[in-house]
């Protein structure tokens, strides 16, 4: 089945300095879905990529899907407290595919 | 608010028992996808569910069940429990079946069962 990897498990920053998270596919994707899990909280859309190459921006998010549309990645700028949390990736319309996720601390 | 429910909140039972979680969709969601989240671990997809007809299986363990009632809420059947099956087990719901394309999903508040 298809398999997808989420790179880093665990990142902390001081809060100011950026962050990115990977999710890699052994497989071509149709589309990839990120979501954002609060501590506490349940995971929350933030957005979804379709086209080969595509970027797309939610103030200091960044969401890139690559040209071969086998991985994708989440770039935060100028990482807030409020940023912390985990992120996931989603594929796969088939079976529900999520990432392991990478877990965002922030030091203020 | 995401607009699916889910009850209970908590869940504390013993080895060997059986309990069953309760997930309501938002409203006008005809597909109702049922995870498990471990402490510290990602989310495992277990069953989805389109308009009372199962559509997608993950990794559910024989001893869980679900199902789709007609007015589409779902429940999750976990039976013979056992302490590795403490979780906290989400509920999310999409407009859709996602067959071809993946839909939003809207989660739930999740279930935290603990098992003694």
């Known amino acids: 089945g298809q398999q997808v990897m989420q790179i880093p498990q665990y990142q902390h920053v001081q809060e100011g300095e950026d962050f990115t998270t990977y999710c890699n596919s052994s497989?071509?994707?149709?589309?990839i879905q990120w979501y954002k899990q609060r501590p506490g909280g349940h995971p929350v859309f933030l957005i979804q990529?379709?086209?080969?190459?595509e970027v797309k921006k939610q103030k200091r998010l960044t969401f890139q899907f690559g040209e071969a549309k086998k991985n994708s990645s989440l770039h935060i700028t100028a990482t807030q407290t409020t940023d912390v949390g985990t992120y996931f990736c989603?594929?796969?319309?088939?079976?529900?595919?999520f990432g392991d996720g990478t877990t965002l601390t922030v030091k203020p | 608010d995401s607009g699916v429910t889910q009850t209970p909140k908590h869940l504390i039972t013993a080895t060997g028992q059986r309990v069953t979680l309760r997930c309501s969709p938002r409203?006008?969601?005809?597909?109702v996808y049922w995870y498990q989240q471990s402490l510290d671990q990602g989310l495992q997809f277990l069953i989805q569910?389109?308009?009372?007809?199962?559509?997608a299986k993950g990794n559910i363990l024989e001893r869980f069940s679900a199902q789709q009632f007609p007015d589409l809420h779902s429940e999750l059947n976990l039976s013979s429990l056992e302490l590795g099956d403490s979780a906290l087990y989400f509920c999310?719901?999409?407009?859709?079946?996602?067959?071809?394309?993946?839909?939003?999903?809207?989660f739930g508040p999740g279930t935290r069962l603990l098992v003694l």
């Open positions: 409203s006008g969601d005809l597909s």
């Open positions: 497989t071509t994707l149709s589309n």
């Open positions: 990529l379709v086209k080969s190459g």
């Open positions: 569910y389109y308009n009372g007809e199962e559509r």
């Open positions: 999310a719901s999409s407009v859709g079946e996602g067959r071809w394309i993946q839909e939003t999903q809207y």
């Open positions: 989603r594929t796969n319309a088939g079976k529900s595919t």
